[in-house]
């Protein structure tokens, strides 16, 4: 990756490090320090409000470009471009009735300029001529292309900002000639930049952030789709002091979407599989289908907490779902407008169900007030939840309960009994369900609707004349069963068989548990405390991995217990069972930082930054405990080569603030001021706060959503 205009360097900052504290921190040393500079976001460049570039001086009217053309590369690639059509690259633009009922709309409330926000990684080639700006004709063959072959092939640059930060080139590959053994290793040089493998690539455009001037009145920035942030600070992106994983390898996002398949002999796959199964079953697309599919059922997994209160009178279970198969959250992407959810069946002995919760929502035209999603809720201004990713309508997040990478969730569910239908001398099953839909139902039927508008007709007409397929957004949508447990508990349970998650050993199962248990408040702590121990107790006759393992988490929760001299002791223990590991010193790291021990906690943090010197998370933490001891230059070194990582993070943008502040340079005033207002734009704004608390107050949903352990009432049937 070659972001020289944002990368500080690691290495220069481990360089500081050796610097003894008192050099650090004495007068003089400020003074001899190198020119000061305020490392600020960047702003959009000539295709605003998209931060996409090109190489090449260009004029914004001109034509056609090599970008949207494909068949020079099917021609020698035919594999690569079959697999290409059935993904969502190929069908990111006008084609796909999602997006243009979203991006049309756009449009019309806030202009052609403003929508060139969404461009740069759905309509690179509109963009690119400008046809942006403009209305978008559908006879015009580019507003079908898409992110073709050369887009990804010919990015030159990429920064870590997202909004599509990339600058690509026009220039045309090199063509290999039959028997000219250096055309074709030009050839190979001008299609694999060296970006083209790296993660940073896809986070161009799987990292966004709005822009205040795209939402009328809003003042601040909102952080939008990231998955590139969760990738960078867990263990699949080398985030090691993430958590104590020491047996997951890190893996890039070419490594998961681009995995081939086995028996083809290709070393990668065009298809990018991800959560796209509606789109595959509109094309018709088999084998996308079952690559989609199985990539999802690769995701995460649902099971019931391991001890269950069952009394004469009410049935109280818990029920936790994980994420241990993806680097970013579940669901990822567009995290607002997925539909993914809960399902809970009781039965009694004889198969007679007792009480059930999400059962309708995959059914039928309304949402199942029962349903527990897995969601992401934008609030427009008046504190309406804005279902249909209207993102200039976005104002403040109502809640995120998608899980990041390698953590659970808890949700807890409550049903009555009664004699009539229950013996309580005959054990109960339990079925729990995740599944998943590409599209929550108020974008469904937003696109569907448009579709059927003259403006609908004339793409799917303009699709045809160049054999393209043409997609229908009414069609029923395909519902995914992500995982799936059955429990038995009561009397009697012992002599029916579990299944699913729930038949992993009892050590892992009560791990999930406490980890999802430990997003409670600090006063419902003592369930998740008793998972942790239950665990760790397991765990000594598993193995010293599963051990330390079991050990870290309850650190972390006695950490948030307040119990911080257990906590470092369990972290002693962890460390003397498998030797020390960075996630084992963050915890302690962070219990010293807790107990305002900060010169310990910075010497932690001098080796987290070495194991670890490429995790935002990390270097934000560093830099702050490094600001505390008014050790300025080297928290100012920390935060701004996280900045070159995750260049919107409200912490690395304070702390950057304050240790220019505190550095006392000729120009620092001038330097401190601009970071500060990069810092005041990205934080959580009153207004945000207030629209929070209006919807928690109106809205059953939002009041769910914002309660760490929701809590719901099973439906009883008759």
């Known amino acids: 990756m070659r972001t020289p205009e944002r990368c500080v360097g690691w290495l220069s900052l481990l360089c500081a490090l050796s610097c003894a504290p008192q050099t650090l921190g004495s007068p003089n040393a400020k003074r001899r320090s190198r020119k000061v500079v305020a490392l600020l976001p960047s702003a959009d460049g000539p295709f605003a409000f998209s931060h996409a570039r090109i190489a090449e001086a260009r004029s914004r009217a001109q034509t056609r470009s090599p970008l949207a053309e494909v068949d020079t590369c099917a021609g020698c690639h035919p594999r690569a471009a079959e697999e290409w059509q059935a993904s969502a690259h190929a069908h990111s633009s006008f084609d796909n009735p999602w997006y243009r009922a979203v991006v049309d709309q756009f449009r019309q409330d806030r202009g052609h300029k403003a929508s060139?926000?969404?461009a740069g990684c759905h309509d690179p080639e509109l963009l690119f001529q400008g046809a942006m700006m403009r209305a978008i004709d559908p006879a015009d063959p580019v507003a079908y292309a898409g992110v073709t072959c050369r887009i990804c092939h010919s990015v030159r640059s990429v920064s870590t900002d997202g909004n599509a930060s990339y600058t690509v080139s026009l220039k045309d590959f090199a063509l290999p000639r039959p028997g000219d053994a250096a055309s074709l290793a030009q050839h190979r040089l001008d299609v694999a930049p060296p970006e083209?493998?790296?993660?940073?690539?896809?986070?161009?455009?799987?990292?966004?952030?709005?822009?205040?001037?795209?939402?009328?009145?809003?003042?601040?920035?909102?952080?939008?789709?990231?998955?590139?942030?969760?990738?960078?600070?867990?263990?699949?992106?080398?985030?090691?002091?993430?958590?104590f994983d020491p047996n997951l390898e890190p893996r890039s996002c070419q490594e998961c979407h681009m995995r081939a398949d086995t028996n083809?002999?290709?070393?990668?796959?065009?298809?990018?599989?991800?959560?796209?199964?509606?789109?595959?079953?509109?094309?018709?697309?088999?084998?996308?289908?079952?690559?989609?599919?199985?990539?999802?059922?690769?995701?995460?997994?649902?099971?019931?907490?391991?001890?269950?209160?069952?009394?004469?009178?009410?049935?109280?279970?818990?029920?936790?779902?994980?994420?241990?198969?993806?680097?970013?959250?579940?669901?990822?992407?567009?995290?607002?407008?997925?539909?993914?959810?809960i399902e809970v069946i009781v039965r009694n002995h004889a198969g007679a169900v007792l009480g059930e919760a999400g059962t309708r929502h995959g059914r039928g035209e309304a949402d199942d007030p029962t349903a527990f999603r897995l969601d992401a809720v934008m609030l427009d201004r008046e504190a309406k939840p804005e279902y249909r990713h209207l993102v200039h309508r976005f104002w403040a997040p109502s809640h995120d309960r998608t899980i990041a990478p390698r953590d659970a969730?808890?949700?807890?569910?409550?049903?009555?009994?009664?004699?009539?239908?229950?013996?309580?001398?005959?054990?109960?099953?339990?079925?729990?369900?995740?599944?998943?839909?590409?599209?929550?139902?108020?974008?469904?039927?937003?696109?569907?609707?448009?579709?059927?508008?003259?403006?609908?007709?004339?793409?799917?007409?303009?699709?045809?004349?160049?054999?393209?397929?043409?997609?229908?957004?009414?069609?029923?949508?395909?519902?995914?069963?992500?995982?799936?447990?059955?429990v038995w508990i009561g009397k009697g349970a012992h002599k029916r068989r579990n299944s699913g998650p729930a038949t992993d050993p009892m050590w892992r199962r009560a791990l999930r548990y406490a980890r999802g248990l430990s997003h409670a408040p600090q006063e419902q702590m003592s369930r998740a405390e008793t998972a942790a121990k239950s665990a760790l107790l397991l765990t000594q006759k598993n193995s010293p991995t599963a051990g330390a393992e079991a050990a870290s988490v309850l650190a972390r929760i006695r950490i948030e217990q307040g119990r911080y001299r257990e906590a470092i002791r369990?972290?002693?223990?962890?460390?003397?069972?498998?030797?020390?590991?960075?996630a084992l010193s963050r915890i302690r790291a962070d219990a010293e930082t807790r107990r305002w021990r900060f010169r310990s906690a910075s010497t932690l943090y001098q080796r987290l930054v070495s194991d670890a010197p490429r995790d935002p998370s990390v270097l934000a933490e560093a830099a702050k405990s490094w600001g505390?001891?008014?050790?300025?230059?080297?928290?100012?070194?920390?935060?701004?080569?996280?900045?070159?990582?995750?260049?919107?993070?409200?912490?690395?943008?304070?702390?950057?603030?304050?240790?220019?502040?505190?550095?006392?340079?000729?120009?620092?005033?001038?330097?401190?001021?601009?970071?500060f207002d990069a810092a005041f734009a990205h934080d959580t704004h009153a207004s945000e706060v207030a629209v929070r608390a209006r919807c928690k107050q109106q809205r059953g949903r939002c009041q769910l959503g914002q309660t760490p352990i929701p809590v719901i009432v099973l439906r009883k049937t008759p």
Not at 214 to 226: I, T
Not at 570 to 582: I, N, W
Not at 633 to 647: D, H, I, V
């Open 409 to 486: 969730r808890v949700v807890r569910y409550r049903l009555p009994l009664d004699g009539s239908r229950h013996d309580p001398s005959s054990p109960l099953e339990v079925e729990v369900r995740l599944l998943h839909r590409r599209h929550n139902r108020p974008l469904a039927r937003f696109a569907c609707a448009l579709t059927h508008t003259p403006r609908g007709r004339a793409f799917d007409r303009g699709a045809l004349r160049i054999d393209r397929p043409t997609i229908d957004p009414c069609a029923e949508a395909p519902i995914t069963e992500l995982s799936k447990s059955t």
């Open 628 to 675: 505390s001891l008014d050790r300025n230059a080297l928290a100012l070194q920390a935060a701004q080569t996280g900045l070159g990582l995750a260049p919107r993070n409200l912490d690395l943008l304070r702390t950057q603030a304050l240790a220019l502040k505190g550095l006392q340079t000729d120009d620092s005033s001038v330097r401190s001021s601009l970071a």
């Open 264 to 341: 083809t002999g290709q070393t990668v796959s065009h298809r990018f599989a991800g959560a796209q199964r509606t789109l595959a079953r509109a094309l018709g697309d088999r084998k996308q289908e079952r690559a989609v599919i199985a990539m999802l059922q690769s995701a995460a997994g649902i099971d019931l907490g391991p001890w269950p209160v069952l009394t004469a009178h009410e049935l109280m279970l818990d029920v936790v779902v994980w994420n241990e198969g993806t680097g970013h959250h579940v669901p990822g992407g567009t995290r607002d407008i997925q539909d993914t959810w």
């Open 570 to 582: 369990l972290v002693g223990r962890a460390a003397r069972a498998v030797g020390p590991h960075p």
């Open 196 to 243: 083209l493998g790296t993660a940073e690539l896809c986070g161009t455009c799987h990292r966004s952030f709005l822009d205040p001037a795209l939402s009328p009145a809003r003042k601040h920035v909102l952080s939008g789709m990231d998955d590139l942030g969760p990738w960078q600070s867990s263990p699949f992106g080398g985030g090691v002091g993430f958590r």
């Open 116 to 118: 060139q926000f969404c």
